[in-house]
């Protein structure tokens, strides 16, 4: 059984810097695409982050609006992703949610619907 479990959200001043941690335990980590997604309140889940498994290289892909400000990590001995914020702006005011897939196709690395495996959400809270 597969479990996702994030932690690191909170209230910061814009231009203020957080980090997000999420520990997957069952299967095999490296194996793992792992994707960061939000969503704010009356949104829809929009994706942040995602990291490749070992198949993919372990590449890094980002969203738009986050690239250059945020960076997906992992530490695949510890089983866990992280998300490094920075320039953090009021609009990204959202809870946090980290997923896992092991079968997901690189094209579907944005597409909430392809992870199967969810952890509860962080929030996260800009404004000053």
């Known amino acids: 059984q597969v479990q996702v479990d994030e932690s690191g959200g909170g209230s910061v001043q814009p231009g203020g810097s957080l980090r997000l941690s999420c520990v997957v335990s069952g299967g095999t980590f490296r194996n793992y695409w792992l994707g960061w997604f939000r969503q704010a309140a009356g949104k829809e889940r929009e994706f942040v982050a995602a990291?490749?498994?070992?198949?993919?290289?372990?590449?890094?892909y980002y969203s738009d609006s986050v690239r250059g400000r945020f960076t997906i990590s992992r530490d695949n001995a510890k089983s866990t992703v992280y998300l490094q914020m920075n320039s953090l702006k009021p609009e990204d005011t959202a809870v946090y949610y980290c997923?896992?897939?092991?079968?997901?196709?690189?094209?579907?690395?944005?597409?909430?619907?392809?992870?199967?495996?969810w952890g509860r959400g962080t929030q996260v809270t800009v404004s000053s």
């Open positions: 990291s490749a498994p070992s198949r993919g290289g372990f590449r890094s």
């Open positions: 997923a896992a897939d092991e079968r997901l196709i690189l094209s579907d690395r944005g597409r909430h619907q392809a992870y199967d495996f």
